[in-house]
């Protein structure tokens, strides 16, 4: 027998995500999903009228598929992905995995190349800004063991997270949206960290389950060349099958003039990757109310609720700042009682302290007005 929660989410993905209308395609890649909750995403769009097309991807396949690839041959893959793109209207990234480590052991060239004619083009360039398009995890065990919670726990866990009333969700996002467009110079202060920076003239989104799953952050991006400071994170962070501790960034005028981590050579090959690897492409907050720790996955360490992520390389061109690049590196800094505190300052308003918002209109962000 299915599991009806299989049902819930394909409605989430098809209803609310993507929107789905009849007549469009949607593609359903998918990474180690069990046929049981592809079957039910089937189902759900050819009960809105929309046409399926399904692509069953391995992790492990994939790595091979890099690491004894030439240029030409990632070139041709990239191509091929990128005209199946260009034939739908929606995109539904499941993505499930194993080992978490799988490209650990590949080539930094050979990631340079696959970032330069796979994901780029496909993903960064065309997907993101071209279609309806959704990314999600999928519940696995070594999941729930880098959360250090039993199988069925994380199950749980990942159902409420990500079936959650993101309208009601969206809604409450409505005054930090409004208060993000009209500020000019933000403040990040936390052990480690006193960072400034101005979102002046770039568009606030709010992130409300239609493109990440589970969702709920708001995001900006900084005024290109206006990061000065230090920030010290105080979560892991994985980035092309490598984990990365103790990151630390410093910025003069924009740029990242100096980055130390657990890997710093591996950190800064990634950030040597292009020009614009070394500037910040997003600015957002954390806000999902059952997202309370890490668990060293990005989808869902991003949406912590009192975090923040700064992130290094692409700007998304709903809050495009100017800066491009192959990269596109979400690390969190987690401002809660438990994890250090802090406080973010707007135009030197006190906006929200150990993670809780204190004016009264964003109040209803935090995690006891959202569960």
Partial sequence: MQDPRYAKLADTLIDYSTRLKAGEVVYIEAFDIP??????????????GG???VSQKSPRLVRQLIKGATEADLKLIGEVELATMKRVQAYIGMRGAANITENSDIPKDRMQLFLKHWQEPVHSNYRVPKTKWVITRWPSPSMAQLAQMSTEAFEDFYFDTCTLDYARMSRAMAPLVELMSRTDEVRLVSPGTDLRFSIKGIPVVKCDGDKNIPDGEVYTAPVRDSVNGTIRYNTRSIYLGKVYD???????????????SSDTDSMDAVLDTDEGARYI??????????????????????????????????AYD????GNRSAV???????????????????????????????????KGLNPGALK
């Fill in 51 to 53: 046409i399926p097309l």
């Fill in 318 to 321: 709903e809050a495009f700042n």
């Fill in 35 to 48: 046929v049981a909750m592809l079957e039910a995403l089937v189902k759900k769009a050819r009960s809105v």
């Fill in 328 to 362: 596109h590196w979400d690390i969190v800094l987690i401002q809660t009682k438990e994890w250090g505190g802090g406080e973010i300052y707007f135009d030197d308003v006190l906006v929200r302290k150990d993670g809780l918002f204190v004016l009264d209109e964003l």
């Fill in 246 to 260: 103790n990151v630390e960034f410093t910025f003069k005028d924009g740029r990242i003039v100096k980055a130390r």
């Fill in 281 to 314: 492409g997003e600015f957002a907050m954390g806000l999902n109310p059952y997202v309370t720790r890490p668990i060293l996955d990005t989808l869902f360490d991003e949406k912590i609720a009192g975090s923040i992520h700064l992130t290094p390389g692409h």
